[in-house]
């Protein structure tokens, strides 16, 4: 039977108890690891060799705005139908994490995501974490939440397909999709031309029409799902000087770490916006 978490106490017996080589996935090779802390691995990130590029960011908590302990979140790619787990690195020791992963319908809470497939599963630890799959080969966002405030129904994993785009000023803070690109696990770019800028005009990326997923019943624990200046989650607003037409693009490559090391956007001015002036005004 499933040994499932359900407080800090019962985390902490289990990394005494199931603290483990993780079974060998494929031969992939661990040695590559050297700091303490969570990363994606599997056959689903196709690579045999977990480096610090798989390492998973520290959370941060959108109702609060502040970095959340246990809390965990991570931008890649996944291959469709194969499996992958999180785990934890200590001093050499690594324990599994997974979840039986399934429908998270968060399509009616207020901001969040309607556009993408979000999955949800409750957290199991140990040799009997199972392992997770997507459906479908594209750029995922992870987030592990251990429950260290036992404020959450049970530790969780959430997984949530990544459909970038636009909300600000430009689509009067709707949103508008990037057009679909091929699928690479290292890096991708998507581009959108001819973005009418009013002056002094603001916006950011996010992805499925949403701000923000809701962890709790009660909103008191949020994952962003939205970038704005130095690529942060929860950034200010990105900003444009000029009124004009502008290409925008957003840059994903595998990295570690805090969000800005996977993405960087850039806004090229490209055009004018041409506006008829009636010559006598009343």
């Given at each position: 039977m499933k040994k499932v978490l359900m407080s800090i106490g019962a985390v902490a017996l289990m990394f005494a108890a199931t603290s483990c080589e993780p079974e060998n996935q494929g031969g992939v090779n661990f040695d590559e690891i050297t700091l303490d802390g969570f990363y994606v691995y599997g056959d689903a990130t196709g690579s045999e060799d977990i480096t610090a590029d798989f390492g998973m960011a520290a959370g941060l908590?959108?109702?609060?705005?502040?970095?959340?302990?246990?809390?965990?979140?991570?931008?890649?790619?996944?291959?469709?139908?194969?499996?992958?787990?999180?785990?934890?690195?200590?001093?050499?020791?690594?324990?599994?994490?997974?979840?039986?992963?399934?429908?998270?319908?968060?399509?009616?809470?207020?901001?969040?995501?309607?556009?993408?497939?979000?999955?949800?599963?409750?957290?199991?630890?140990?040799?009997?974490?199972?392992?997770?799959?997507?459906?479908?080969?594209?750029?995922?966002?992870?987030?592990?939440?251990?429950?260290?405030e036992s404020d959450l129904l049970y530790p969780q994993i959430i997984v949530a397909n990544v459909e970038w785009g636009v909300r600000g000023d430009m689509n009067g803070w709707g949103f508008t999709a990037f057009d679909s690109i091929a699928v690479n696990a290292k890096t991708m770019t998507w581009k959108m031309e001819n973005v009418d800028m009013r002056a002094n005009g603001e916006f950011k990326f996010a992805y499925g029409h949403g701000w923000k997923i809701q962890l709790d019943d009660a909103g008191n624990v949020k994952a962003n799902t939205n970038l704005g200046m130095e690529s942060l989650p929860n950034g200010a607003n990105i900003k444009v000087e000029k009124a004009g037409l502008y290409t925008i693009t957003l840059t994903y490559k595998m990295a570690g770490g805090d969000f800005k090391n996977s993405f960087n956007y850039n806004m090229e001015k490209t055009g004018t916006v041409e506006t008829n002036v009636p010559e006598n005004l009343y």
């Open positions: 908590n959108e109702v609060t705005a502040e970095k959340r302990g246990g809390m965990y979140e991570k931008y890649i790619v996944l291959e469709g139908g194969k499996e992958f787990f999180l785990v934890l690195n200590e001093a050499g020791k690594y324990t599994n994490y997974g979840a039986e992963l399934k429908d998270y319908d968060v399509k009616e809470l207020a901001d969040n995501p309607t556009l993408a497939t979000v999955k949800r599963g409750e957290l199991v630890i140990g040799e009997e974490a199972p392992a997770m799959k997507v459906e479908k080969t594209g750029l995922y966002h992870i987030v592990l939440d251990l429950n260290n």
